[in-house]
């Protein structure tokens, strides 16, 4: 079993929905981060969270340790939102080490 | 402030040919972190080096692979003798000096897309 898991693996949304991902996992961690990957592209961090619940423009980010799971929402999604989202925990008594989830491909049509 | 470089961005290589991938952190960071990103998988930790050190190479393959951050110049990720399985993306990552306990962004470069044939 992953040690971080992600659902769902893919999500298509028309253009405006609200949008949420999910992500569990099984071991103590100092931080989770939340990245965006686009088809060939390269990888941006998105956030970056120990507690609580974190916005950027349309992005929110929130976790809740003592559930191990973390959500990343989209609100007003947009066609350029459609990416690989992929949330990463830093944990195991590091405090670098970051280990992946498989990813959530979505796709936000027009 | 330019980002993390990674070069070549994509890399043809034969069986048996040596693989250079380079990675340029970001100005002022000196953590750097290689990871694979193995088709239909998810990425996967190789190695932390700060400057001149390797602090943490438990992801890298046993034989093969091999990692530097030299004093001067970039990180250099050297596989030898690459076999078709090596195909993948390697990406560098970059953070600033971390204090104890405390735990930084690390922010990704574009990434070197290998293809063995």
């Known amino acids: 079993k992953n040690e971080v898991e992600q659902s769902p693996q893919n999500l298509t949304a028309q253009e405006g929905e609200f949008i949420t991902i999910n992500c569990s996992y099984s071991?103590?961690?100092?931080?989770l981060h939340w990245l965006q990957q686009h088809p060939g592209g390269g990888i941006v961090s998105l956030f970056m969270?120990?507690?609580g619940k974190k916005k950027h423009g349309r992005l929110i980010a929130t976790i809740n340790i003592q559930e191990k799971h973390s959500s990343l929402h989209i609100t007003a999604s947009h066609p350029r939102d459609s990416a690989v989202y992929i949330c990463?925990?830093?944990?195991?008594?590091?405090?670098?080490?970051?280990?992946f989830g498989k990813g959530t491909l979505l796709t936000v049509n027009p | 402030n330019a980002g993390v470089m990674q070069n070549p961005r994509h890399l043809v290589r034969r069986r048996g040919q040596e693989a250079r991938l380079r990675c340029s952190p970001m100005?002022?960071?000196?953590?750097v972190y290689w990871y694979r990103q193995l088709p239909e998988e998810g990425l996967k930790f190789m190695v932390y080096?700060?400057?001149?050190?390797?602090?943490?190479e438990s992801g890298m393959p046993k034989e093969r692979f091999s990692a530097e951050f030299p004093k001067e110049g970039p990180s250099i990720l050297r596989i030898q003798q690459v076999v078709r399985g090596d195909s993948a993306a390697y990406f560098c990552?970059?953070?600033?000096?971390?204090?104890?306990?405390?735990?930084?962004?690390?922010?990704f470069g574009p990434g070197t897309r290998l293809l063995v044939l």
């Open positions: 071991v103590g961690i100092s931080a």
């Open positions: 990463a925990v830093v944990g195991g008594g590091s405090n670098y080490k970051l280990t």
């Open positions: 969270l120990s507690s």
């Open positions: 100005k002022g960071h000196s953590h």
């Open positions: 990552a970059s953070s600033p000096l971390l204090g104890q306990g405390l735990r930084e962004t690390q922010y």
């Open positions: 080096l700060q400057k001149e050190n390797i602090i943490d």
